[in-house]
């Protein structure tokens, strides 16, 4: 019973995490992007190539697959998105595209199997009867901590208000002297950063594959409906509500049917309650 | 309907190229236009739905998946003939449609493409884990009875089956249903406020799209002898028939086709240079540049540059 | 006799607003009334509630005689009522033939499948409301504002209606549109049609209407002819007030 509640709280900081970016496009940028999972699957890959094979401390190996992760954001955003300025049909295709093209690039570099990412703080610790790996709690602790910096970034700086005030009225905003172009330009590359971070972590928790893209992007998707658009703490609680109940389901029922409830609640939300359960307040 | 000489002729040309092909290609790119012609039915499938009326089907293969593995299940598990199971399992498909409909009831947009997504994913973890002695678990299943042999009579099957398909598709969509259902993905408010039902228009657009994607599957999975859930309820599955449908040319029928047999042979190319599942990133990167330089697909640029070369006509493809 | 549009102590509320308040007002046969009140008195949500689009809270909506509280926009419009919206929303990829066939369309798929499009009948509507012959293969991205509401009003015809409301028809338009439209009206009116007209444009609306009825926070301050309206204390201030 313990472990379980170990295991869930644990998890659900990284899902949070994963989660929290796409949120924050979704919220400011009012898009979907698709392509969110392939800045895991960048991340995971470039921190895999720096710090594992060629041996760059791993600090350093984070730091370079959140700067890669940002820059493709940016990328992504002034190629893509501003192009089809407006047209959501258009956003959400080309990112589909682009998810594919980037995963088809992984394989083409590294090859289609499998890789095993070496913890980044390797140990094993006992918490409450449970067995719990450093490197796992060292995730957990690093999402909470990216959440926390994330939250007062948005509610204290004067550039988080101004993605609060894009996120509520985009030509309001622009009125009262907010460049909703800059503003949108940073979110993407904040969202490509968290992404990334997320997909280290992400990777080492499982393990690194050219497909390691689909899953987060769904935990995200369903953090998104079910908490309501681009609130923090609606994420965070979604976060957990999945965390556990793939944690239960793993645990009570069959590992098989870990991902089963998730997809369970993206559909019920949606058709039962289309405005999410805590509703769409901003940011 | 307006149809037109030149429909005619077009239409009739087109019929005698597929006719013609097994004359001058090898029974390798037979087995490759086999595929083409699949791709098609499945693309056409898409574009009845999501290229009339805008709602974004990301689960498609959920529909064929429930087409291919009823009639494999009926065939290979109950011993169910394959002139009974293929009617069967369309209408176990029209039933799915009704499934992916009921939420476009209520939601759209964004949030629609996300419901028909989960509805895949859905559905490739259960039918591993529920009654594997069924569907075969996360392995498929394999020996299921085909109806052709031969590459042969598998291009005239499958040839005939997708222009069939493509035939009637195209003539449904010149009425004024057709014109309707893409007065829907312009703008649904004002279809409403014109005295149509958009409930009954939409449901028409599910069932048919399910019946066509229900039919495709049936046939396909009689044509493999094999069915496994991860090539079925797959990304690239998903990806590749939204982009032959986008990049032929959406609501257009004849653009899916277009676009079906552009991708598949775009892919064989690749092959002897990438042989893995890196071919996706040339064929990903040639498919979003076409789609961000024309989103309405190759049939727009074909339209484009006929209207350059014979200004003086009016003209108008088959759309 | 029943009168084309009966409404009955209408209530509308959102959450703790009342949009409507116990509004009641008849429109007879032939009949144009305007209906005039400040910006947020209610006027949009009338037209809402008649076409079905939000459902009242209570009170009733008599069409023909007959009580339309539970149909559907559809089923309303095949009774007969039909609306413009202030911004026009037309089918962005269809000609001006096009968008006028969607209003013309039977409810029915099967007969959308079998009928031909009636051609004539749609030239015959598109030149009535005043579009030249050559303006027929255009898109709605080619044309004015006034084109647009013209537009609007030719596929609201399209569908048979008998009573028509009009939503802010003079917005955005020029002087020379507005005469367009509002001669337009006048045939249409000579011609039997029913109208509700919403217009921030009392000078426009004048010579089209034979009643006005004013409302404020949803509910009716005055009604009658245009003149007696303009000079009731209660208009006056609530114009002054909002302003």
């Known amino acids: 019973m313990l472990q379980i509640i170990v295991q869930g709280l644990l998890l659900s900081g990284l899902y949070a995490l994963i989660a929290m970016g796409f949120t924050l496009i979704f919220s400011v940028g009012r898009v979907l992007n698709l392509a969110y999972g392939a800045y895991l699957l960048i991340g995971g890959y ?32 002034r190629l893509l998105v501003k192009p089809l300025k407006g047209n959501h049909v258009a956003v959400e295709i080309s990112t589909l595209i682009l998810a594919v093209v980037v995963q088809a690039g992984v394989v083409f570099i590294y090859g289609d199997s499998s890789k095993i990412l070496l913890p980044i703080v390797p140990g094993v610790t006992q918490v409450a009867g449970a067995s719990v790996t450093y490197n796992l709690l060292a995730a957990t602790i690093g999402s909470w901590a990216i959440l926390f910096a994330l939250y007062w970034f948005v509610r204290k700086t004067h550039v988080g208000r101004a993605m609060q005030a894009v996120s509520m009225d985009t030509k309001g905003a622009a009125i009262s002297g907010v460049d909703p172009d800059r503003i949108n330009m940073f979110t993407w590359g904040l969202s490509g950063m968290l992404g990334a971070t997320a997909g280290v972590f992400f990777a080492s928790y499982t393990q690194l594959s050219p497909s390691m893209w689909v899953a987060p992007l769904i935990i995200a998707v369903a953090v998104v409906i079910v908490g309501g658009i681009g609130s923090i703490i609606g994420t965070l609680i979604v976060a957990h509500i999945i965390g556990f109940m793939e944690v239960l389901a793993v645990a009570v029922i069959a590992p098989e049917l870990r991902g089963v409830f998730t997809m369970l609640l993206i559909i019920g939300v949606l058709v039962i309650r289309p405005q999410g359960l805590f509703g769409r307040e901003e940011l | 309907m307006g149809l037109r000489w030149y429909h005619f002729a077009l239409w009739a040309a087109f019929i005698a190229i597929m006719v013609a092909i097994p004359e001058f290609v090898s029974k390798g790119t037979l087995r490759i236009i086999i595929f083409a012609n699949f791709l098609a039915i499945f693309a056409i499938s898409w574009d009845v739905l999501s290229g009339r009326t805008g709602y974004i089907s990301f689960g498609h293969p959920f529909l064929i998946g429930i087409g291919a593995y009823t009639s494999a299940i009926l065939t290979k598990r109950f011993d169910v003939p394959i002139e009974w199971a293929i009617p069967a399992a369309v209408v176990m498909t029209m039933i799915g449609g009704i499934i992916v409909f009921l939420p476009a009831l209520r939601i759209k947009g964004s949030y629609f493409a996300l419901v028909t997504l989960a509805f895949m994913e859905l559905t490739y973890q259960l039918v591993q884990v529920i009654r594997p002695d069924l569907t075969g678990g996360t392995r498929g299943m394999s020996g299921v009875q085909t109806l052709t042999r031969g590459a042969l009579n598998g291009y005239y099957l499958s040839a005939s089956l997708m222009v069939t398909i493509a035939l009637s598709m195209w003539l449904l969509m010149r009425t004024q249903l ?16 014109s005295g149509l039902s958009t409930t ?36 690239n599955f998903l990806f590749t028939i939204i982009v032959a449908a986008l990049i032929g040319g959406a609501s257009t029928i004849i653009g899916p086709v277009i676009g079906a047999f552009f991708l598949t042979f775009l892919l064989e190319y690749l092959r002897p240079y990438l042989p893995g599942a890196e071919r996706y990133f040339i064929y990903g990167l040639i498919a979003l540049l076409l789609y961000m330089y024309e989103p309405k697909g190759i049939i727009e640029l074909l339209r484009k540059g006929w209207h350059r070369l014979f200004s003086r006509h009016s003209v108008e493809t088959p759309s | 006799m029943s009168h084309p549009l009966q409404i009955d102590k209408l209530v509308k509320r959102f959450g703790g607003l009342v949009a409507t308040d116990n509004l009641s007002f008849t429109v007879e046969q032939g009949q144009s009334v305007g209906l005039i009140g400040p910006n947020g008195a209610g006027k949009t949500t009338v037209f809402a509630q008649i076409m079905g689009e939000h459902r009242q809270t209570s009170g009733s909506i008599r069409l023909y005689g007959k009580d339309i509280g539970a149909a559907s926009t559809p089923e309303r419009i095949r009774l007969g009522v039909s609306r413009t919206y202030q911004v026009p929303r037309p089918f962005a990829e269809m000609t001006v033939l096009e968008n006028i066939r969607v209003g013309q369309m039977p409810n029915n798929l099967w007969q959308m499948i079998r009928r031909k499009p009636q051609h004539e009948k749609e030239v015959e509507l598109a030149l009535s409301v005043g579009f030249l012959p050559s303006d027929l293969g255009k898109t709605p991205g080619e044309l004015s504002m006034g084109d647009l509401r013209k537009l609007e009003m030719a596929r609201t015809m399209a569908t048979g209606t008998s009573v ?80």
Request: proline share 2%.
């Open chain 1, 46 to 77: 470039i921190y895999f190539t720096v710090s594992q094979t060629l041996g760059v401390p791993k600090v350093l190996g984070l730091l370079l697959a959140a700067m890669v992760g940002c820059l493709v954001g940016l990328l992504k955003y």
């Open chain 3, 164 to 243: 028509m409301l009009l939503d802010e028809v003079f917005a955005g338009l020029t002087v020379a549109e507005i005469a367009q439209i509002a001669s337009l009206i006048q045939q249409m009116r000579k011609d039997g049609m029913t109208f509700l007209i919403v217009s921030h444009d009392l000078k426009a609306l004048e010579p089209l209407v034979d009643k006005v009825i004013a409302i404020n926070y949803g509910a009716r301050i005055a009604e009658g002819t245009f003149a007696e309206v303009m000079n009731n204390a209660d208009v006056r201030s609530s114009y002054l007030g909002a302003a």
């Open chain 2, 178 to 193: 057709g014109t309707a259902l893409s007065a829907i993905g312009m703008n649904e408010e004002s279809v409403r406020g």
């Open chain 2, 200 to 235: 009954k228009l939409k449901l028409f657009a599910f069932l048919t799209s399910a019946f066509v994607a229900g039919l495709g599957g049936a046939f396909y999975v009689h044509y493999l002898g094999s069915i496994a859930p991860r090539a079925l309820f797959d990304i």
